[in-house]
């Protein structure tokens, strides 16, 4: 298995607050991506990076920001929390070639 | 733009086989297929780039018909251990981005 952790795994937080989620990985890999997933809508890509201070917006970005200062760590950031953004994210990484990513286990982040 | 997937959710008893399609209203570069099981992450099965392949991960293979922009999934006698929501994930260029459909949920019984 790829070397990726997600922290926290769980999280409850109250509407306007700030949440930040890491993501690890061990595999020196370039890419690293953010998804959130939600019923009837499959994975929808938040932010990705391509290298270390590299990073780029996907289709759901709005809300959101993140940040990677080392190759290992990608950081996803709510600036103020929204219950739209109760939902599981999952972080992937990828190295050069084809592209076949590979997923930490997720992390469950409710917004009341 | 998120590729559609068909059909939404299969049943099928052991040794069944079943098709699951994923097809884009653009030119695709490639597509992926991934098998998630309840609450756990999504798992790679295969790549396929545009050029027609099949390829074969134990008895699941897939085919990717450039013309029609669109991938088919073959389940081949099926077995429980096949249950679990399958997506695809498909890449306009090589830009290393990926749109994933909304998923088929299989579920294989004894």
């Known amino acids: 298995d790829a070397g990726i952790t997600q922290s926290p795994r769980h999280k409850v937080t109250e509407t306007g607050t700030p949440v930040t989620l890491r993501c690890h990985q061990t595999?020196?890999?370039?890419?690293m991506y953010w998804y959130r997933q939600d019923p009837g809508h499959g994975l929808r890509l938040i932010h990705y990076?391509?290298?270390?201070?590299?990073?780029d917006k996907g289709e759901v970005s709005d809300g959101y920001s993140v940040s990677r200062s080392k190759t290992e760590d990608f950081l996803l950031t709510l600036e103020s929390a929204t219950s739209s953004q109760t939902s599981v994210y999952f972080c992937a990484i990828s190295s050069s070639g084809l592209n076949e990513q590979y997923f930490g286990p997720g992390t469950r982040l409710t917004v009341t | 733009q998120q590729p559609v997937q068909s059909p939404q959710a299969v049943i099928l008893r052991e040794g069944e086989d079943a098709v699951i399609n994923c097809s884009s209203s653009k030119a695709l570069y490639s597509v992926h297929w991934y098998r998630q099981k309840h609450g756990e992450a999504p798992v790679f099965l295969m790549i396929l780039l545009k050029g027609g392949e099949q390829k074969g991960h134990e008895k699941i293979s897939a085919s990717f018909n450039e013309k029609k922009q669109q991938s088919s999934l073959y389940l081949t006698a099926s077995q429980l251990s096949y249950s679990g929501t399958y997506f695809c994930g498909t890449e306009l260029t090589n830009d290393y981005k990926l749109s994933f459909g909304a998923g088929t949920t299989v579920t294989v019984r004894a």
């Open positions: 595999e020196n890999h370039r890419y």
């Open positions: 990076s391509y290298g270390v201070k590299d990073t």
